[in-house]
């Protein structure tokens, strides 16, 4: 069955740094468009970036825009999430989602996501 696997989550001061990564088995995520959601204790889950096939299309959620970098290598078969200057409001549980289909008009949705990771604990702490 195909899997997506997070890593790369943990504890860490405000203004710090993490790189998420996402490893995918049963699935090449070529032919994917890659997106990273989170969720927060009482919140929705929410949309943060996502990236098409090549890499060439990447939209981000206007509160990260410029402190994170999303990036894919099909050849690994893995997605990458590089969270920098990490604020406390960035505490969720993080989610790799792949939606079939090398590029998409509902990216920031995830009911188009077809399958979902087990997640990842990041906390910052203020």
């Known amino acids: 069955q195909v899997q997506l696997v997070e890593s790369g989550g943990g504890l860490v001061q405000a203004g710090g740094s993490l790189r998420l990564s996402c490893a995918a088995s049963?699935?090449?995520?070529?032919?994917?468009?890659m997106g990273w959601f989170r969720e927060a204790p009482g919140k929705e889950r929410e949309f943060v970036a996502g990236i098409n096939w090549n890499g060439e299309t990447i939209y981000y959620i206007d509160s990260v825009k410029g402190r994170f970098a999303i990036s894919r290598d099909n050849e690994k078969n893995t997605v990458t999430l590089q969270m920098s200057s990490l604020k406390s409001e960035d505490t969720a549980e993080y989610f790799c989602?792949?939606?079939?289909?090398?590029?998409?008009?509902?990216?920031?949705?995830?009911?188009?996501?077809?399958?979902w990771g087990q997640g990842t604990q990041v906390t910052v702490s203020s």
């Open positions: 989602a792949a939606e079939s289909g090398r590029t998409t008009t509902q990216i920031m949705s995830s009911r188009s996501y077809d399958y």
């Open positions: 049963r699935l090449n995520i070529i032919d994917y468009t």
